[in-house]
């Protein structure tokens, strides 16, 4: 369903997943930094997306969810991120041993809550039942380990319904059902999101608090599981021979995420979801409801038995139609969807593209529904329209798909090969800003006295979690005009060289002692947790906000006053800061010449970049006030700014021993920026900006480059020039790598 290289780098972290699902280590994702120690031997890649519509998320931003709440996931799987649960070593915990008290045959007696995890499981309270004549009175036991209370409670005969409120107040809700002398159950911490819990016999009076975790019963037979040809059988032998422990259940929601990226042809699958239905019956009505959504869900992206999809889904529609919530109907609409779409019927096939739609209106990241969409659009004989949403699929950052099969239809349709570029750009704004509820920006009429939120940005083409930040940050500056918030963009050889770093940025990123890529700065002050895929921009966007909005109510009494004055080649600038009679000595004037839009293809998928610093007057030290004012003034020539930025690609060949892929250096659309920082408490004071005109920028022709060009008809006896030897040898983009040329071909003949 997705690209081929994608599903094999899926296939890969999700077998390691398989093996270490609920590992206490912080995954990739949210709050990822590449070091400036990284290695530099080659150029990064882009991360891999998630399959489907799951994107792999870790810390998320702004509290969101993971983004497939039915699947267990690596950073979803340990109640402590939801509920206060102390650290604890799962490798080294002690194998579950069974209940010490006797099996019952009613509520009654003391009961431990256990929390079913993958490699281990929790105690978190113990409760006593007891039968009065008003009914069964249910009470807590000792201190819970995790802090949780319960606030109400419904016991009967052989079922336990309890509401128990959180460390943080957040409550979450148990439902379990005797049965063989165990209250087998299920843990809500939300709508979506269900662990497996019971209540087992106890006669403990404590919960000591060293010993609450213990390594899940069973894990010691996939403890040691290789992640090769043969996981998925022994995955399944396992889960099979294990019964009716939790860690069965587990393994099939992992069995089934995997067979959703690689089904095994040999297998019948009437008998794997009979598998999987048995193991989650006996969990509860809600867990039973999820096994039926999946089964439907796997089914219909497998394509596989679709009359049995059909009946789950139908089953799951029921079940949890009096259950509020987005990503449980918006996964049953997608799922309804395929399976019409995937029918011999035309009227079910238009039906099915309809549901479709409604998915990709409110995620248009959503790979499966793309895919499948413009798959019937092609196969309609809508080229245009299918032109259009495979364009949607290989401009998303970290996708690698096959542009040729775009190229090809484009020229089907007689359209202009050189306005192909300048399309992909267009339909790549318009994906990964959809997040955006709208184009209009805010209120662009600056208050009384305002003060300008400066944001400061350190990021690299080659570094893959920082595309979250770039995007959410393009999206700040869609909504906030730039009479209310600057950012600037210094791009870094973080983890790779970089074509479009220049040697001040890197003397700014050692002045904040910055982490690395992505690292950003708010008014001078660090934002944590800018890391992350595309997937993660939607909520970093959010957080941002909600940090950038009371920002935006600050005054201030300085100005910056600036000029640009363009003749020619040469720039007269200058900049007066007013409002400050006696400024400390700590204070610096600090000017920008930035790019406000290149475009640029770059390895880690984002295409357009925004406000990038390309030189600054006066140094990155900046200008220090003085006794008769604090001003900058000086006159700037195309060739001083572009004799830095040769000098910065000449600095990496030296450095890293590569050449550097062409970057446009035209210098269109500058702008001049102007800030005033205390040096020592990094507080950014004021910023301002003023567009630039009647300065021609252009680069100098290269004389070698001339006489080649002069020379083309005998190639072999003019020696080439530099920036030939750039173009040539520099690395390939994700667009033009030779080894994704069929990728987009196997993600559509499926």
Same mark, same amino acid.
């Given at each position: 369903?997705?690209?081929?290289?994608?599903?094999?780098?899926?296939?890969?972290?999700?077998?390691?997943?398989?093996?270490?699902?609920?590992?206490?280590?912080?995954?990739?994702?949210?709050?990822?930094? &590449?070091?400036?120690?990284?290695?530099?031997?080659?150029?990064?890649?882009?991360?891999?997306?998630?399959?489907?519509?799951?994107?792999?998320?870790?810390?998320?931003?702004?509290?969101?969810?993971?983004?497939?709440?039915?699947?267990?996931?690596?950073?979803?799987?340990?109640? *402590?991120?939801?509920?206060?649960?102390?650290?604890?070593?799962?490798?080294?915990?002690?194998?579950?041993?069974?209940?010490?008290?006797?099996?019952?045959?009613?509520?009654? +007696?003391?009961?431990?809550?256990?929390?079913?995890?993958?490699?281990?499981?929790?105690?978190?309270?113990?409760?006593?039942?007891?039968?009065?004549?008003?009914?069964?009175?249910?009470?807590?036991?000792?201190?819970?380990?995790?802090?949780?209370?319960?606030?109400?409670?419904?016991?009967?005969?052989?079922?336990?319904?309890?509401?128990?409120?959180?460390?943080?107040?957040?409550?979450?809700?148990?439902?379990?059902?005797?049965?063989?002398?165990?209250?087998?159950?299920?843990?809500?911490?939300?709508?979506? +999101?269900?662990?497996?819990?019971?209540?087992?016999?106890?006669?403990?009076?404590?919960?000591?608090?060293?010993?609450?975790?213990?390594?899940?019963?069973?894990?010691?037979?996939?403890?040691?599981?290789?992640?090769?040809?043969?996981?998925?059988?022994?995955?399944?032998?396992?889960?099979?021979?294990?019964?009716?422990?939790?860690?069965?259940?587990?393994?099939?929601?992992?069995?089934?995420?995997?067979?959703?990226?690689?089904?095994?042809?040999?297998?019948?699958?009437?008998?794997?979801?009979?598998?999987?239905?048995?193991?989650?019956?006996?969990?509860?009505?809600?867990?039973?409801?999820?096994?039926?959504?999946?089964?439907?869900?796997?089914?219909?992206?497998?394509?596989?038995?679709?009359?049995?999809?059909?009946?789950?889904?139908?089953?799951?529609?029921?079940?949890?139609?009096?259950?509020?919530?987005?990503?449980?109907?918006?996964?049953?609409?997608?799922?309804?969807?395929?399976?019409?779409?995937?029918?011999?019927?035309?009227?079910?096939? *238009?039906?099915?593209?309809?549901?479709?739609?409604?998915?990709?209106?409110?995620?248009?990241?959503?790979?499966?529904?793309?895919?499948?969409?413009?798959?019937?659009?092609?196969?309609?004989?809508?080229?245009?329209?299918?032109?259009?949403?495979?364009?949607?699929?290989?401009?998303?950052?970290?996708?690698?798909?096959?542009?040729?099969?775009?190229?090809?239809?484009?020229?089907?349709?007689?359209?202009?090969?050189?306005?192909?570029?300048?399309?992909?750009?267009?339909?790549?704004?318009?994906?990964?800003?959809?997040?955006?509820?709208?184009?209009?920006?805010?209120?662009?009429?600056?208050?009384?006295?305002?003060?300008?939120?400066?944001?400061?940005?350190?990021?690299?083409?080659?570094?893959?979690?920082?595309?979250?930040?770039?995007?959410?940050?393009?999206?700040?500056?869609?909504?906030?005009?730039?009479?209310?918030?600057?950012?600037?963009?210094?791009?870094?050889?973080?983890?790779?060289?970089?074509?479009?770093?220049?040697?001040?940025?890197?003397?700014?990123?050692?002045?904040?002692?910055?982490?690395?890529?992505?690292?950003?700065?708010?008014?001078?002050?660090?934002?944590?947790?800018?890391?992350?895929?595309?997937? &993660?921009?939607?909520?970093?966007?959010? *957080?941002?906000?909600?940090?950038?909005?009371?920002?935006?109510?600050?005054?201030?009494?300085?100005?910056?006053?600036?000029?640009?004055?363009?003749?020619?080649?040469?720039?007269?600038?200058?900049?007066?800061?007013?409002?400050?009679?006696?400024?400390?000595?700590?204070?610096?004037?600090?000017?920008?010449?930035?790019?406000?839009?290149?475009?640029?293809?770059?390895?880690?998928?984002?295409?357009?970049?925004?406000?990038?610093?390309?030189?600054?007057? +006066?140094?990155?030290?900046?200008?220090?006030?003085?006794?008769?004012?604090?001003?900058?003034?000086?006159?700037?020539?195309?060739?001083?700014?572009?004799?830095?930025? *040769?000098?910065?690609?000449?600095?990496?060949?030296?450095?890293?021993?590569?050449?550097?892929?062409?970057?446009?250096?035209?210098?269109?659309?500058?702008?001049?920026?102007?800030?005033?920082?205390?040096?020592?408490?990094?507080?950014?004071?004021?910023?301002?900006?003023?567009?630039?005109? +009647?300065?021609?920028?252009?680069?100098?022709?290269?004389?070698?480059?001339?006489?080649?060009?002069?020379?083309?008809?005998?190639?072999?006896?003019?020696?080439?020039?530099?920036?030939?030897?750039?173009?040539?040898?520099?690395?390939?983009?994700?667009?033009?790598?030779?080894?994704?040329?069929?990728?987009?071909?196997?993600?559509?003949?499926?």
């Amino acid at each position: 369903m997705v690209y081929s290289r994608l599903k094999s780098q899926l296939i890969v972290v999700a077998l390691l997943l398989c093996l270490s699902a609920c590992s206490d280590d912080p995954q990739p994702g949210v709050g990822t930094v &590449n070091t400036p120690n990284a290695n530099f031997d080659s150029v990064a890649t882009p991360d891999a997306a998630p399959a489907d519509d799951e994107p792999a998320n870790s810390e998320e931003p702004a509290g969101e969810e993971s983004a497939d709440p039915l699947i267990a996931e690596a950073n979803d799987l340990e109640p *402590q991120a939801k509920s206060g649960d102390p650290e604890s070593d799962v490798e080294n915990a002690p194998p579950s041993d069974e209940p010490v008290a006797e099996l019952r045959s009613t509520t009654v +007696g003391r009961w431990e809550l256990v929390i079913h995890m993958f490699e281990s499981e929790l105690t978190a309270m113990l409760v006593d039942i007891q039968k009065t004549d008003d009914g069964y009175q249910l009470e807590t036991v000792a201190e819970s380990p995790v802090g949780w209370t319960v606030n109400e409670s419904t016991v009967t005969e052989d079922e336990v319904h309890l509401k128990i409120v959180d460390s943080q107040g957040l409550e979450v809700d148990y439902q379990g059902q005797l049965h063989d002398g165990v209250i087998r159950g299920n843990i809500a911490f939300s709508q979506e +999101g269900l662990d497996l819990a019971s209540l087992r016999a106890t006669t403990l009076e404590t919960i000591d608090p060293e010993s609450a975790r213990k390594q899940a019963a069973g894990y010691e037979q996939i403890a040691d599981m290789q992640p090769d040809e043969n996981l998925l059988p022994n995955m399944r032998d396992v889960a099979k021979s294990l019964g009716d422990l939790p860690l069965a259940y587990e393994l099939y929601v992992r069995l089934f995420n995997f067979v959703r990226n690689q089904p095994p042809a040999d297998w019948d699958y009437s008998e794997l979801v009979d598998e999987y239905v048995a193991a989650g019956q006996q969990w509860g009505e809600r867990v039973q409801a999820r096994v039926d959504l999946d089964v439907a869900y796997t089914l219909a992206i497998t394509e596989k038995i679709p009359e049995i999809a059909l009946e789950h889904l139908d089953k799951a529609e029921q079940e949890l139609s009096d259950i509020d919530s987005e990503v449980l109907a918006s996964r049953m609409t997608l799922t309804r969807g395929l399976l019409l779409i995937n029918s011999e019927s035309e009227e079910d096939q *238009q039906s099915g593209y309809s549901f479709l739609e409604q998915i990709k209106e409110k995620d248009p990241l959503n790979l499966v529904t793309v895919v499948k969409m413009a798959k019937y659009q092609e196969d309609q004989g809508s080229t245009e329209e299918a032109i259009k949403l495979y364009a949607g699929l290989v401009t998303i950052p970290g996708i690698r798909g096959d542009i040729s099969k775009i190229a090809n239809m484009w020229k089907e349709l007689g359209r202009d090969p050189q306005e192909l570029d300048p399309y992909l750009d267009e339909i790549y704004e318009q994906t990964v800003f959809g997040f955006l509820e709208s184009d209009v920006v805010e209120d662009a009429a600056a208050i009384e006295n305002q003060q300008v939120v400066l944001g400061e940005l350190f990021t690299g083409t080659a570094c893959p979690p920082c595309v979250a930040a770039d995007i959410a940050i393009g999206g700040l500056e869609r909504t906030y005009p730039l009479s209310k918030l600057i950012v600037l963009r210094y791009h870094e050889h973080v983890p790779a060289p970089d074509p479009m770093m220049i040697a001040d940025g890197e003397t700014r990123l050692r002045f904040y002692e910055a982490p690395g890529t992505p690292s950003f700065y708010l008014n001078g002050t660090p934002v944590q947790g800018v890391g992350g895929a595309i997937f &993660n921009a939607k909520p970093l966007y959010q *957080q941002l906000s909600n940090i950038v909005k009371p920002l935006l109510e600050q005054t201030t009494d300085l100005s910056i006053k600036l000029s640009a004055e363009g003749q020619g080649e040469t720039l007269h600038i200058a900049a007066t800061v007013e409002g400050a009679e006696e400024p400390p000595e700590s204070w610096r004037l600090r000017l920008c010449l930035v790019e406000e839009s290149v475009h640029y293809h770059a390895p880690n998928g984002i295409r357009i970049h925004e406000m990038l610093v390309r030189y600054m007057p +006066g140094g990155a030290e900046g200008i220090l006030p003085r006794e008769d004012g604090f001003a900058y003034e000086a006159d700037v020539t195309a060739a001083d700014i572009h004799q830095t930025l *040769q000098a910065t690609i000449d600095d990496a060949r030296e450095r890293y021993q590569v050449d550097l892929p062409a970057v446009s250096d035209d210098l269109d659309s500058l702008r001049l920026v102007a800030f005033v920082q205390d040096d020592l408490s990094l507080e950014i004071k004021q910023a301002a900006s003023i567009p630039i005109t +009647g300065f021609d920028a252009t680069a100098p022709v290269d004389e070698s480059t001339a006489e080649a060009e002069e020379a083309e008809e005998t190639p072999a006896e003019t020696p080439a020039s530099d920036s030939e030897e750039n173009s040539t040898d520099a690395p390939e983009s994700s667009d033009s790598s030779s080894e994704t040329d069929s990728e987009a071909e196997a993600a559509t003949e499926k």
